[in-house]
């Protein structure tokens, strides 16, 4: 099991920016596929990005080109940063870490979640 503690998030302005870190401890996870994932009210749980332990990445196409996913292995934490927010943004956000089994992605542990709120 990997811990990760989240911390960021937040009440932002539509249009406005938030940066979220997930920092991993007694665990290292340089070797693990990382991930952002969100649940909004009364809407199913949804993948945000991914990042493998080769740094490609992968995003929902509703953030594409707004959010970016990023590791710092030395520091064994990732970043989800938010820019041009809207109110579909509006979720909890979870990172998780974890492994390809059978080609499926299976977590090996998950933060704390961290409040992201869009309004004006």
């Known amino acids: 099991q990997v811990e990760l503690v989240q911390s960021g998030g937040g009440l932002v302005q539509p249009g406005g920016s938030l940066r979220l870190s997930c920092a991993a401890s007694?665990?290292?996870?340089?070797?693990?596929?990382l991930g952002w994932e969100r649940q909004a009210p009364e809407k199913q749980r949804e993948l945000v990005a991914r990042?493998?332990?080769?740094?490609?990445?992968n995003y929902a196409d509703s953030v594409k080109g707004r959010f970016t996913i990023s590791r710092n292995n030395a520091e064994n934490t990732l970043y989800l940063q938010m820019n041009n927010l809207n109110s579909e943004d509006t979720a909890l956000y979870f990172c998780?870490?974890?492994?390809?089994?059978?080609?499926?992605?299976?977590?090996?542990?998950w933060g704390q979640g961290s409040q992201v709120t869009v309004s004006s």
């Open positions: 007694g665990t290292d996870i340089s070797m693990y596929t």
């Open positions: 990042i493998n332990d080769g740094g490609i990445t």
């Open positions: 998780n870490a974890g492994t390809y089994v059978g080609g499926v992605f299976v977590a090996r542990g």
